[in-house]
């Protein structure tokens, strides 16, 4: 009888220990997070810096210096990755836009006068919403793709710069600010070809800087540039 009280209460122990090991890894696994932010993952966003330069021509009237009008940003992007080959985001930034003005007799923005050096400055805050297609492989890096979007953004100041040098050898510079002869308000579309952190871009204004009642040309509508993902 002995041996049979021995025998159930060694096998009645070994059926409760298998069934703790069991349940302990059963919780173990229950316990684990799926990650879900990364380059590669549901979840992403970094800064990033932009330098362009104007690539198309100006209306009769507004001739620039190509080389010396460029645009900066400073920016903010998010990305939602919907499957492995497409995801959507938007972009917030901040940057200027300047135009080198050349001096001929034909210049009319914003008056006849000749200098030494001009300038327009567009200061802006702006955001955009983009397409990603994804291609080549990568794993949880950002990897090759193109992006395909639209922006809009706020310009909210004008500088008009100008220098020039007096018969007697003084230089006098201007800036001349609350203009209001531009919108406000601009926009357009963009594209760009990211090969993970540098990215090859261009943008294109859709809308007028100037409005139509003064008559002034557009300055160029074309960007085209580079950026730089910092992470």
């Known amino acids: 009888m002995k041996k049979y009280l ?20 059963q919780d173990v696994s ?11 993952l549901r979840n992403y966003s970094h800064f990033y ?12 009237g507004a001739k620039i210096n190509y080389g010396r009008s460029s645009n900066f940003d400073f920016g903010y992007r998010y990305k939602l990755k919907i499957c492995n080959h497409y995801a959507m985001g938007t972009d917030l930034w901040w940057g200027t836009n300047g135009f080198n003005m050349k001096q001929a007799n034909t210049k009319i923005l914003p008056d006849t006068l000749i200098n030494d050096k001009e300038k327009f400055t567009f200061y802006h805050f702006g955001l955009s919403y983009y397409n990603r297609i994804n291609y080549g492989k990568r794993g949880n890096h ?14 909210y100041s004008l500088v008009h710069y100008t220098k020039n040098k007096m018969p007697n050898d003084n230089i006098v510079e201007t800036y001349t600010k609350g203009l209001n002869y531009y919108f406000p308000f601009v926009w357009g579309v963009n594209a760009r070809i990211g090969f993970n952190r540098y990215i090859i871009t261009a943008s294109y204004r859709m809308s007028d ?23």
């Open 30 to 40: 229950g316990d684990t997070i799926v990650k879900k932010n990364g380059p590669n």
């Open 142 to 155: 950002v990897g090759n793709y193109i992006d395909v979007g639209a922006y809009g953004q706020w310009i």
């Open 49 to 60: 810096l932009s330098l362009g330069f104007a690539a198309d021509q100006a209306e009769k």
């Open 6 to 25: 021995i025998f159930i209460s060694i096998l009645f122990l070994g059926l409760t220990l298998k069934s703790q090991e069991v349940l302990l890894s």
């Open 209 to 231: 800087y100037f409005k139509s009642s003064y008559k002034y040309p557009e300055l160029p509508r074309l960007s085209v540039g580079v950026q730089v993902g910092l992470f």
